[in-house]
């Protein structure tokens, strides 16, 4: 690949030389220079299906598939809450590599058990999830592990590989050229459009189970690291452990994540002696209560 855009550059940056008339012989003859365009497009799209996005791309993708969510489940109106919600991950989001990112934080108003991530910095908890908990350890710890999917890009990479190369083509330096937004009009572009479509197909699937398996070890440690009890996300998973599993609310979460007994077991390994220092650290439970005080969901 290499050096076939090497030899397509030197082409082309000669173009607007002087240069002898070449006699082509056989098959060769019959190209053209349009001939040659389209190769170079061919090599370019294929350079660029291979790349990895930008940071505007990836935000513009996180909003594009955030504003999808939101058309199935609205925020739920309650400003103390969602304040409150957001100054806790705001606060882990400090903790990591990726704080400058302009991450939003936002409650919906869905009785379901479940929590979001979207690339860019689009974090989403549900009503039904944050009334099951008892502190602000345990919110911590279920934020900190959709904050740890944006950290690795997980949903960017199974985009990546359903979907091939030609998605992340599509989507390509053209349409960032003039627009770093990637919006027209205040609309979506047909290129993001698309790729948020496929985006929020995965919430439907979920990803891979090696993917949340890591977004809880990261999780735990972005906790302690923030200050709290790094035992709230085990806390919640146990929780959730012995909600009846006929229980509707909890299908999309069941069917889109490894088993809370594979999740505990790996957690259980990966704290065992190392986490024990950080048991102390506070779980902030009488804060929760003042600020999380909603009817429990019937």
Request: aromatic share 6%; net charge negative.
């Amino acid at each position: 690949m290499k050096t076939t855009l090497t030899l397509l550059a030197l082409m082309l940056g000669c173009s607007g030389c002087a240069v002898a008339p070449m006699v082509l012989s056989g098959a060769a003859s019959k190209m053209d220079w349009n001939d040659v365009q389209n190769v170079v497009t061919k090599v370019q799209k294929a350079a660029d299906g291979q790349r990895d996005l930008t940071e505007p791309e990836e935000i513009a993708i996180g909003a594009g598939i955030a504003s999808n969510l939101l058309g199935a489940a609205p925020l739920l109106q309650d400003k103390k809450v969602q304040r409150y919600v957001t100054d806790v991950g705001m606060w882990l989001t400090l903790q990591t590599e990726r704080a400058d990112l302009p991450w939003h934080f936002a409650v919906l108003d869905d009785n379901e058990f479940n929590a979001f991530a979207a690339p860019g910095g689009y974090i989403f908890i549900t009503r039904g999830l944050l009334l099951s908990m008892r502190n602000e350890a345990e919110l911590a710890g279920v934020l900190a592990h959709e904050i740890s999917h944006v950290l690795r890009k997980h949903h960017l990479a199974a985009l990546k590989k359903a979907n091939g190369t030609s998605v992340l083509a599509d989507l390509g330096a053209a349409v960032l050229e003039k627009n770093p937004q990637l919006t027209q009009n205040g609309q979506l572009t047909p290129a993001l459009a698309k790729i948020a479509g496929f985006g929020t197909e995965l919430y439907m699937r979920g990803l891979d189970k090696d993917d949340e398996f890591e977004a809880d070890r990261m999780a735990v440690v972005i906790c302690a690291r923030a200050g709290y009890d790094p035992y709230g996300l085990p806390a919640v998973l146990q929780s959730l452990q012995t909600v009846n599993p006929s229980y509707s609310g909890l299908a999309l979460m069941v069917k889109t994540h490894p088993s809370f007994s594979a999740r505990l077991d790996l957690l259980a390994q990966v704290m065992d002696a190392q986490f024990d220092k950080f048991e102390t650290q506070p779980n902030l439970a009488a804060r929760f209560k003042a600020n999380v005080a909603l009817p429990k969901v019937k």
